[in-house]
């Protein structure tokens, strides 16, 4: 038992040391927990920590990032920079090879510029003592222009004295002979007549010279024998029918060049109603047709504007009459024809002519003297009647007068040039006038003054022969009176003499011819001429 006891207590000893122990035990564990939960809390703040120190690292990380970026971007940027830097300093580089290479060339220029200046230099003090040698050459040649300016001043009047010197040997009075074509309204159904058969015999032999004209006819007399006529004429010019308004412009030409010249010049267009006068002297509207009046005009125009060159300056004026039974008429005027009283006046000191009341304009060109004509045309026509085609029943003359100064030389010239359409030269039987009292009176002045006309030219060939005392019968007509200033003296008178070449017109074109050969054997001043009369066959 006691061994029980013994056993007992050692158990209960045990006992207690174990609840000893347990005490002990669990007042660790209590103090193990307490300790786990401060160690847990402590976790869960680190961990808390932690937390917010992960999610600043990861914000730090993500700007870290942005920067990253932004870096790399700048990176790019700059090395994008570099590049272009790069290639700016290798151009600079290779600019500036280039530059020294030519700063190299310009260093060698220079340098021979400078050995040119050198030379130069020694040039130009040698010139320097050439220059006063020059400076005395060009007076010289200075004084040599000067020489020869006034030689061609000189050349110009030795020229216009030649000029006027082969105008006289040609004949101060010249007679052109022009025959028109044929033309449709010549060969009328009513005439029945076949190209043939109406047109007159005409010959042109002289087909070197073109100075003769022959016309030929044939008719029965009484006895029923054949009686053949053969009439020969010859003057300075003869046109056949095909020539053209150039051609015969060609040799009216030379007078206008007198006219600016200071002469006077006539031209007159003589023949048969019908025979082309007008188409000669005004022509048609086409540069091919366009007629002596309107070349003339042109030509003095383009000879004044030549001449400028010499020194020449020039004034023109124009003035277009009309002569109706004896009575002056204004081309150029406002009022109705044949009312105005004109009157002619001869001014025997200066030489000029002037008609009162008459309009005298300045002339600038030739476009101008076109529109005047025109202008005069169409009063001629209103004044015309059916019974009356009043311009082939009068005459028109046109004055285109001239004034020239020559500031260099000091000389002046005054000319005119006259050209006119004379009335219808047709004898009275031909115009069917005689039982016409007006008609009658027409063709009787315009017979009286073509007379008149021509006894004027015979008296001044005859005073040109030597009758220096000859009196010349200019009062005679209006027409002689008014051009008397420019048919005498050292006058210039061409007369185209127009013919039709119709057989029923022969008659009439034989008495135009004779008259033109008795203007055409005048002879005014010194001029001689050669010409043959007409031979009645
Ligand atoms: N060389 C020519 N070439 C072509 N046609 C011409 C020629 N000559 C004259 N004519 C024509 O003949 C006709 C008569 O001519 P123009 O009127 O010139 O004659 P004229 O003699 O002036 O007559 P008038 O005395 O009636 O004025 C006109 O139709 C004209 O165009």
């Not at 021979?112 to 003592?129: E, K, N, P, Y």
């Not at 169409?378 to 009647?385: D, H, K, M």
């Not at 034989?510 to 203007?519: G, H, I, N, Y």
Request: glycine share 6%; aromatic share 4%.
């Amino acid at each position: 038992m006691d061994r029980e006891r013994a056993k007992l207590s050692e158990l209960e000893e045990s006992h207690m040391a174990l609840t000893r122990e347990l005490a002990t035990a669990r007042t660790q564990e209590l103090t193990h927990r307490r300790e786990l939960v401060d160690a847990s809390d402590e976790m869960e703040q680190m961990r808390k920590r932690h937390t917010r120190e992960l999610d600043e690292l990861d914000t730090q990380m993500r700007r870290r990032d942005r920067e990253i970026r932004e870096l790399k971007d700048e990176l790019r940027v700059c090395q994008d920079d570099l590049e272009r830097e790069r290639q700016t300093v290798s151009t600079l580089k290779s600019t500036i090879a280039h530059q020294s290479d030519a700063q190299l060339s310009l260093t060698t220029q220079v340098a021979a510029m400078r050995a040119q200046i050198d030379a130069l230099q020694g040039q130009l003090s040698t010139s320097s003592v050439s220059n006063s040698t020059l400076g005395l050459q060009l007076d010289t040649e200075r004084k040599k222009v000067a020489e020869l300016e006034r030689q061609v001043l000189d050349a110009e009047t030795v020229r216009r004295k030649l000029h006027n010197m082969v105008q006289e040997l040609k004949g101060n009075i010249r007679v052109f002979c022009r025959v028109r074509p044929i033309l449709p309204s010549d060969l009328i159904p009513s005439a029945l007549k076949l190209k043939e058969q109406a047109m007159a015999r005409i010959a042109f032999p002289d087909k070197l010279d073109h100075k003769e004209i022959v016309l030929n006819s044939s008719s029965e007399n009484a006895m029923g024998q054949e009686r053949k006529d053969e009439w020969a004429f010859s003057f300075d010019r003869v046109f056949e029918p095909q020539s053209t308004q150039m051609e015969v412009f060609e040799e009216i030409s030379q007078l206008v060049q007198s006219c600016a010249d200071g002469y006077n010049v006539c031209v007159f267009a003589y023949g048969q109603t019908g025979s082309g006068k007008s188409f000669t002297m005004e022509g048609g509207h086409t540069d091919a047709t366009v007629g002596m009046i309107p070349r003339a005009v042109q030509q003095v125009f383009r000879v004044t504007e030549d001449l400028r060159t010499k020194g020449w300056e020039y004034k023109m004026e124009g003035q277009f009459l009309e002569i109706y039974n004896e009575t002056i008429n204004d081309l150029l005027g406002k009022g109705e024809l044949d009312k105005k009283k004109h009157e002619i006046k001869h001014d025997t000191r200066t030489g000029r002519t002037t008609v009162t009341d008459a309009n005298v304009v300045a002339l600038h060109s030739s476009a101008q003297v076109r529109t005047l004509l025109a202008q005069a045309q169409s009063r001629r026509s209103v004044a015309a009647t059916l019974m009356n085609e009043r311009s082939s029943r009068s005459h028109s003359v046109f004055t285109l007068r001239i004034r020239g100064m020559n500031a260099q030389t000091g000389e002046t010239c005054e000319g005119s040039l006259n050209l006119v359409d004379l009335a219808g030269s047709e004898r009275l039987e031909k115009s069917g006038a005689a039982s016409d009292r007006d008609r009658l009176r027409e063709t009787q002045n315009i017979n009286r003054s073509l007379s008149a006309l021509g006894d004027v030219i015979a008296a001044l060939g005859e005073k040109g022969d030597g009758k220096s005392d000859k009196h010349i019968p200019y009062r005679n007509s209006k027409l002689t009176y008014l051009l008397q200033n420019s048919l005498s003296g050292n006058s210039k008178t061409l007369m185209v003499l127009n013919l039709s070449p119709l057989a029923t017109h022969l008659n009439e074109s034989l008495c135009s011819l004779r008259f033109a050969t008795k203007v055409n054997n005048t002879t005014i001043g010194t001029a001689k001429k050669q010409t043959k009369p007409g031979i009645s066959a």
